[in-house]
């Protein structure tokens, strides 16, 4: 009697369990060095570029963009991750296709769907990314070749940090005593993934953690507000190299998402209305929300990793330099002092 309903108790056991331990196999895999390229295989003078691709609407902007990046020499491949549950199997082998059939020369464009809803999946360690430089774009923003190419030479020189073209900052709310998150003028602490460089390693961190970290619980935040994977990995980077991010400077930058361009754009007006984080959906909840992600953060490391930067890096040695002036790039020759 007693020992059956030890089998009874130990078989429900069993059955409860058995799910959440499939689930951590399956990380676990991943995370497992061994079905990852060894780091001294990894090309450095090339990087691999990962779009995150979501809206059907913004397929054929996807395609441009996916495109410029494949005609640089200093891509290996481009990779869109389509993020879209929705979207049929049939659309994305049709775009697949289309992308082999337009790009035939050039870095290789592939398609791969994300399997999972989670946003930090959107920085799994993966065995086909053959470089140490990853650059993680949305499919609304278009950087001119000149820029992105100068911002891997300025990842190549400083690997241990986070390239960005868009920075945004925490900061400290005196009167409420708590973080926030905000847009400061002269400085930058968090860049976002509608344009950020990085080596994979932080990817691998970022899933799998490292030494005394295991970001889990941070990870199970982005879960709950379906958001802030980007200010996660600010801090993850951050947290490791104990040295902010670098914001670039770019030549050309045609951000969709941002409705700004709305105007300027009316007939791509559809295209910018499934922007993320345009403005539409309310900046200021936005800004709330992404302030509620840096005080759970905060309060579950205990600690504020995140390091302010300063200033732009441009490109000083194209023909045409670029300045600063009101906190807009222009070039040096029209700069009215
Ligand atoms: C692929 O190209 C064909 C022919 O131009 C087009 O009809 C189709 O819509 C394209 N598919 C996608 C997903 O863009």
């Known amino acids: 009697m ?43 003078d090339q990087f691999t570029v990962l779009i995150n691709g979501y809206s059907e609407l913004r397929i054929s902007l996807l395609i441009n963009i996916a495109g410029v990046y494949a005609a640089s020499p200093i891509v290996a491949a481009v990779v869109v991750i389509w993020g879209n549950p929705l979207t049929s199997a049939k659309t994305l082998d049709s775009l697949s296709s289309n992308f082999s059939l337009i790009y035939s020369s050039g870095a290789p464009v592939t398609v791969h769907r994300q399997k999972s809803k989670s946003l930090n ?83 691998y961190l970022y899933s799998c953690g490292g030494g005394d970290d295991d970001y889990s619980e941070l990870r199970g935040v982005v879960d709950n507000m379906h958001n802030c994977e980007d200010i996660l990995m600010n801090f993850v980077v951050a947290d490791a190299s104990g040295r902010g991010p670098i914001l670039v400077g770019a030549e050309r930058v045609r951000d969709w998402g941002d409705a700004r361009n709305e105007v300027m754009m009316g007939r791509r007006e559809k295209e910018v209305d499934v922007g993320l984080s345009s403005v539409k959906r309310g900046l200021g909840e936005h800004r709330k929300r992404r302030g509620e992600c840096l005080r759970e953060f905060h309060k579950i490391l205990d600690r504020m990793p995140l390091r302010y930067s300063y200033g732009k890096v441009v490109n000083s040695i194209s023909e045409q330099g670029l300045c600063e002036k009101r906190g807009k790039l222009v070039p040096c020759d029209k700069q009215i002092f």
Not at 23 to 39: F, G, H, M, V
Not at 123 to 147: A, N, Q
Not at 195 to 200: K, R, S, W
Request: net charge positive; with cysteine.
């Open 2 to 44: 007693k020992l059956q309903r030890t089998l009874i108790f130990s078989l429900l056991y069993i059955l409860i369990l058995l799910p959440h331990a499939t689930i951590s196999l399956r990380i676990l895999n991943q995370c497992d060095r061994k079905t990852l390229p060894d780091r001294k295989s990894l090309r450095t």
């Open 121 to 203: 999946s959107r920085f799994l360690p993966r065995r086909w990314i053959k470089t140490r430089g990853v650059l993680i774009c949305d499919d609304d923003v278009e950087v001119d070749p000149k820029s992105f190419e100068f911002a891997f030479r300025v990842w190549q020189v400083n690997q241990d940090r986070l390239i960005g073209l868009f920075g945004r900052s925490h900061g400290l709310d005196l009167r409420r005593k708590e973080w926030i998150y905000t847009v400061d003028q002269d400085r930058y602490s968090i860049v976002l993934t509608k344009f950020m460089m990085l080596d994979v390693e932080y990817l």
